[in-house]
């Protein structure tokens, strides 16, 4: 089956020369372009596209706006974000959005049909050539933002101390450890105990406990 592929892009040369990368594939086909957000979505909408490539700055608005409305319509597109723009808040920003992929347009030709090819057929998982090194630096920001405290009650938890226990060493209410557990967790993006822990280990926060126990 052809992979049908819409560009939208508000540089015509930019999508005349994602076309002619998708169209030397026997594969695939670009049964349209738009420069615009409105554009894009009006041809989504007509043309019913297996994927959608798209740049995060359009003349009207965002790309994300474009992923957004189209993933609201349908759990099967893929859907490509192609920037300039390639920090990790553009790649989260993105992720969360729902789209398939996110790259940079200094990707090769090749990477970006491929990236499409596989997005048409996993729309869901999300693929990002950095996005390793972004998790990472994330939580080493959140890491960063721990307090004093919540490093103290998070040092407690890894002795395996309950809350009743953590709050007698730490001189606190057992209603004020769960707050600074709830903000440990937060911080650093997990659930419980057993999530936090290994995301401490992780990141090295408990190097000096280790060293000192």
């Not at 049908?4 to 030397?24: F, P």
């Not at 670009?30 to 596209?49: K, Q, T």
């Not at 759990?75 to 789209?99: K, N, P, S, W, Y």
């Not at 790259?103 to 057929?121: C, D, I, P, Y």
């Amino acid at each position: 089956m052809t992979t049908r592929v819409l560009l939208a892009d508000d540089h015509e040369l930019i999508r005349q020369g994602l076309a002619r990368a998708v169209e030397r594939e026997g594969d695939m086909e670009v049964v349209g372009h738009a420069g615009s957000v409105a554009e894009a979505l009006a041809a989504w909408r007509a043309l019913r596209p297996d994927v959608v490539v798209t740049d995060l700055q359009l003349p009207d608005g965002s790309g994300l706006d474009v992923v957004r409305s189209v993933r609201a319509e349908s759990e099967r597109v893929g859907i490509v974000v192609l920037t300039m723009h390639t920090g990790d808040a553009q790649v989260f920003a993105a992720m969360e959005a729902g789209a398939s992929a996110f790259l940079g347009k200094e990707s090769r030709g090749a990477e970006v049909v491929s990236t499409a090819r596989h997005s048409a057929t996993a729309p869901r998982a999300f693929l990002s050539p950095g996005l390793t090194r972004s998790v990472l630096r994330r939580e080493a920001v959140a890491s960063t933002r721990l307090t004093a405290r919540e490093r103290e009650i998070l040092r407690l938890v890894a002795d395996g101390l309950g809350t009743a226990d953590i709050a007698r060493r730490a001189h606190l209410g057992e209603s004020t450890v769960k707050t600074h557990l709830n903000r440990v967790y937060r911080k650093l993006g997990v659930a419980n105990r057993t999530q936090a822990l290994a995301a401490a280990v992780r990141l090295g926060l408990l190097l000096d406990h280790a060293a000192g126990g």
